[in-house]
């Protein structure tokens, strides 16, 4: 019988013991679903994509491990934003991150209290933010400075000074674009330029207007930044290169890929950047009081190979400003 008690005496105790344990176990973490809208195609805009998933790291945020990432890719297709939105709004993720106006439309239609992460040219003319200090809603994240785009006409004029006719490839569908065509034309009318405008809202439409400008008696093309441009940027370098036209671009991709000529923020840099307020957000911070980062660095890109091959020089004032030198 003493045997039984003691028996007894020592299974109560170790269910005392062990019933502390299970009454504090913590449940499983919901790990944080992040949808992203990316404009272009995946073999376009995967290095984009990779430049944020590597922010994200630098963060803390491993994927596959504390945060799942939703990608979808509209593949420079307009109409595909609405309905990618629509569906990452309902795997119920915690954030959108959207890096082009259109997807960022498309989020903002699509839920008003998700959280949304933007990059875009113009956050205040496309209604996104009431400000850039106190965005004022559910979308912050990051904005270049549109004035880059008169800054691109300068830096053409500059290597090109008796140029006086300049087409510009724009996209009246991209806010971003409408923004730049206006700064651009401000920037022209300072350098007595006279600007010759190609509106672009399709892949198709990118070549058709391209292919018509050989009639048009350009002196020099100014290609602006977008989901739509970005997409379609072999196609806007080879046809320009076809043409012996002279260019400058809005990313420096473009250049890499043999274009004459970029200035622009770094869009990988940018991508990288935007996991900082993404990880903000996530750990309790509101879009709404989260101030638009702006781009303040530029990078100044020029081919070598590209302007013997058009016949012309940089000068050596662009050279020394230049950023980066492709031979």
């Given at each position: 019988?003493?045997?039984?008690?003691?028996?007894v005496?020592?299974?109560?105790?170790?269910?005392?013991?062990?019933?502390?344990r299970?009454?504090?176990a913590?449940?499983p973490?919901?790990?944080?679903?992040?949808?992203i809208?990316?404009?272009?195609?995946?073999?376009?805009?995967?290095?984009?994509?990779?430049?944020?998933?590597?922010?994200?790291?630098?963060?803390?945020?491993?994927?596959?491990?504390?945060?799942?990432?939703?990608?979808?890719?509209?593949e420079?297709?307009?109409e595909?934003?609405?309905?990618?939105?629509?569906?990452?709004?309902?795997?119920?993720?915690?954030?959108?991150?959207?890096?082009?106006?259109?997807g960022?439309?498309?989020?903002?239609d699509?839920?008003?209290?998700?959280?949304?992460?933007?990059i875009?040219?113009?956050p205040i003319?496309?209604?996104?933010?009431?400000?850039?200090?106190?965005?004022?809603?559910?979308?912050?994240?990051?904005?270049?400075?549109?004035?880059?785009?008169?800054?691109?006409l300068?830096?053409?004029?500059?290597l090109?000074?008796?140029?006086?006719?300049?087409?510009?490839?724009?996209?009246?569908?991209d806010?971003s674009?409408?923004?730049?065509?206006?700064e651009?034309q401000?920037?022209?009318?300072?350098?007595?330029?006279?600007?010759?405008?190609?509106?672009?809202?399709?892949?198709?439409?990118?070549?058709?207007?391209?292919?018509?400008?050989t009639?048009?008696?350009?002196?020099?093309?100014?290609?602006?930044?977008?989901?739509?441009?970005?997409?379609?940027?072999?196609?806007?370098?080879?046809?320009?290169?076809?043409?012996?036209?002279?260019?400058?671009?809005?990313?420096?991709?473009?250049?890499?890929?043999?274009?004459?000529?970029?200035?622009?923020?770094?869009?990988?840099?940018?991508?990288?950047?935007?996991?900082?307020?993404?990880?903000?957000i996530l750990?309790?911070?509101?879009?709404?009081?989260?101030?638009?980062?702006?781009?303040?660095k530029?990078?100044?890109?020029?081919?070598?190979?590209?302007?013997?091959?058009?016949?012309?020089?940089?000068?050596?004032?662009?050279?020394?400003?230049?950023?980066?030198?492709?031979?």
């Open positions: 019988m003493w045997c039984n008690t003691v028996g005496i020592v299974m109560l105790t170790l269910g005392i013991l062990v019933v502390p299970a009454s504090h913590q449940p973490t919901k790990v944080p679903r992040i949808g809208l990316m404009g272009m195609a995946p073999e376009m805009g995967q290095h984009l994509f990779d430049a944020f998933r590597h922010g994200l790291r630098e963060q803390g945020w491993i994927e596959g491990q504390n945060i799942l990432l939703e990608l979808r890719w509209a420079g297709k307009l595909r934003f609405a309905d990618l939105a629509a569906e990452l709004v309902r795997l119920k993720a915690a954030l959108l991150f959207a890096p082009n106006t259109p960022t439309r498309a989020a903002r699509a839920t008003r209290t998700i959280p949304i992460v933007a875009v040219g113009d003319g496309a209604g996104f933010v009431a400000s850039l200090a106190r965005p004022g809603g559910n979308i912050t994240g990051l904005s270049p400075i549109l004035a880059s785009t008169g800054k691109r300068e830096l053409l004029k500059e090109l000074p008796t140029a006086s006719r300049v087409a510009v490839l724009w996209n009246p569908a806010q674009n409408v923004a730049q065509w206006s651009v401000v920037a022209a009318q300072a350098l007595g330029v006279t600007l010759h405008s190609l509106e672009a809202r399709s892949t198709a439409e990118v070549e058709q207007v391209l292919a018509g400008l009639r048009e008696r350009v002196d020099a093309l100014l290609v602006c930044g977008g989901y739509l441009t970005m997409q379609t940027r072999k196609q806007i370098v080879a046809m320009a290169a076809q043409q012996q036209l002279p260019a400058v671009y809005s990313f420096r991709e473009f250049v890499e890929g043999g274009g004459l000529m970029g200035y622009s923020p770094n869009l990988a840099d940018m991508y990288r950047r935007a996991a900082t307020p993404v990880d903000k750990k309790g911070a509101t879009p709404a009081e989260l101030p638009v980062e702006q781009a303040m530029f990078d100044l890109v020029l081919n070598l190979k590209t302007a013997q091959a058009l016949g012309v020089t940089f000068p050596p004032t662009l050279l020394i400003l230049a950023d980066e030198v492709i031979k």
